[in-house]
């Protein structure tokens, strides 16, 4: 019992309630909350007290007292943690995408991240095994092979001749130098496939062996002259002219004066044999005996009509007769067109076209 003039409170039955002696029931936790009426005394629910009970609320009953809980208004109690947060409020690695739809839940902090949590370095959009960050060609197809860079080779052209590593067969193909379907420049191309590059081939479309003078074009003899410029293409011991004068032959210009003057002389010599042949049938026409007779000779007998008509020429004058004759001579043209003519001894001739000669 507390005397009143010693009692704070006399009109407040503070019985078991009172540690302190002072007649007032005390408050024990400070939480304003009479611990006569409070379910929690020992526990100051200041500021979390809503139906001043004396004891912290756990508003959305996850388990967590309000004073505690960072996540009030939490719904799915199957994640909640001692925070009182679930998987759907908490945000672990602080990438703004909270953990229930966070498909990568350990982001670096400061990285930017998709709509799924994932930052650059966590993803591999085209799943070539290659992360996005370090990935230089995102759209490869999954089932190619690629490099460290997550390139394919048709997605890679290293020497950079606008051709992809795929169907570049020359890699290397320098900076300056244009490359052809192939990826080949023409230092790198061997077009007509005879060994040698088409930048020093002469002849990059036709297979050939020369050196000399042209790079690769036809040499057929094998000495290393091409036949355009070789006089003797099938002849590996001689190329110019002077080897043939070295090996004591003739030039093709010695060979054709050669040529020329013994056509002449067959000409020549021919037109000799005909002259000789002439003076010798002048000669048998006289044996006759026509020289002593006082008829006109051969060689002064006009030719027939007919033949100087068809000559163009006038029929020659008759020579004078040395001497009167009781027989004149005779001339006619038989059935066969030949001319014939009788000298007044009776000798018989006939024209061949060209000359008089013995009909018998």
Known sequence: MIPDNLDVCRFVNATGFDNDGDGCIDDTDGDNIKDNIDACPYENATGFDDNQDGC?????????????????NTVDFLTIDNNGCSD????????????????CPNTVSGEQVNTDGCSASQRDT?????????????DTDSDLSVNQNGCADSQLDSDGDGINDSVDQCESTPSNESANSMGCSESEWDSDGDGFMDSEDDCPNESGTSFTDRTGCLDSDNDGVSD??????????????????????????????????????????????????????????????????????????????????????????????AQDLTIEPE???????????????GVLLRWNGEAWEPGN
């Not at 912290?56 to 009030?72: A, E």
């Not at 759907?88 to 498909?103: C, I, P």
């Not at 054709?256 to 010599?269: D, E, H, N, W, Y």
């Not at 010798?280 to 002593?292: A, C, I, K, N, Y």
């Open 88 to 103: 759907h409020q908490r945000d672990t690695d602080g990438d703004s995408v909270k953990d229930f739809f966070d498909v």
């Open 331 to 345: 001339q006619w043209v038989d059935e066969n067109g030949v001319t014939w003519h009788r000298q007044p001894d």
């Open 228 to 321: 355009l410029n070789d006089a003797y293409p099938q002849d590996a011991n001689k190329q110019t002219a002077s080897d043939a004068e070295d090996e004591g032959g003739f030039t093709g210009i010695v060979l054709a004066i050669v040529s020329m003057f013994v056509l002449f002389s067959i000409v020549i010599g021919a037109l000799i044999v005909l002259r000789m042949r002439g003076g010798r049938d002048d000669e048998d026409q006289f044996s006759g005996g026509l020289t002593m007779q006082p008829a006109v000779s051969l060689t002064d007998m006009a030719m027939p009509t007919h033949a100087a008509t068809e000559l163009g020429l006038e029929p020659a004058a008759e020579a004078p007769i």
């Open 56 to 72: 912290l609320d756990d508003s959305d009953s996850d388990g967590v007292k309000d004073n505690s809980d960072q996540c009030p």
């Open 126 to 138: 085209d799943g070539d095994g290659v992360n996005d960050a370090d990935d230089e060609c995102s």
